[in-house]
């Protein structure tokens, strides 16, 4: 994974490039000063991934990553700054991630962790704007602050209630989207098994029975994925009949 390091503080880059090279999977890093440079240098080395500074002097990282929204492939994008108040912002311009300043090791780590286990394919649609009101990302705002997750790693919506969570490798995220709000956003991505329940179609891998008259679908990376319904059961066969 090639990373390009972008800020105008050369310790803040110098602290960046030791803590990336002890992750797995980070095999080049890159430096730039600004906007402009990293404009050039995705051009020259085709960097995966931005860590992005925000506050910048001239073109600052929000204005850089809503540029390189814009085009039709890009790196993807994790923010690191000193503020949290453009966590919003971040989510806005497509961020996969979105660390403080001074850098905490264990938080850089599990960002590239997840970027490691995503293929380009992956990392390239964390950023593409499928359409104007699709996002790439979901956020959950809480005590510890704005939680940002990228729409390609989860496997499925869950409804519970009054709550909605989206599960991922990483565990759940409640979120503030109702089921039918997901269903029409991403249904190029997920398919309905439940009246409870979104599957992401790129991680169903099948259908296991469960109990004497039910089934679960099988998802990648899951030991248990969650029950389908009678009444969506011969759809969700039909799609994997199809190869999805």
Known sequence: MKVLIVDDEPLARQRAARLLKEIDGVDVLVEAANAEEALAEITRSQPDVLLLD??????????????????NSSPAVVFCTAYDEYAIAAFEAQAVGYLLKPIERDKLAAVFGRLSRLNKAQIAALTALEAPVQRSQLSSSGPQGVRLLPVAEVRYFHADNKYVSAVSLDGELLIDDSLRELEQEFANQFVRIHRNALVALQYLQGIERHGVTGYRVKLQGLALGPQISRRYLPAVRARLAKGI
Not at 57 to 68: C, D, H, N, Q, V
């Open 54 to 71: 925000i506050s910048m002097p001239g073109k600052s990282g929000i204005e850089l990553a809503r540029e390189l929204a814009e085009r």
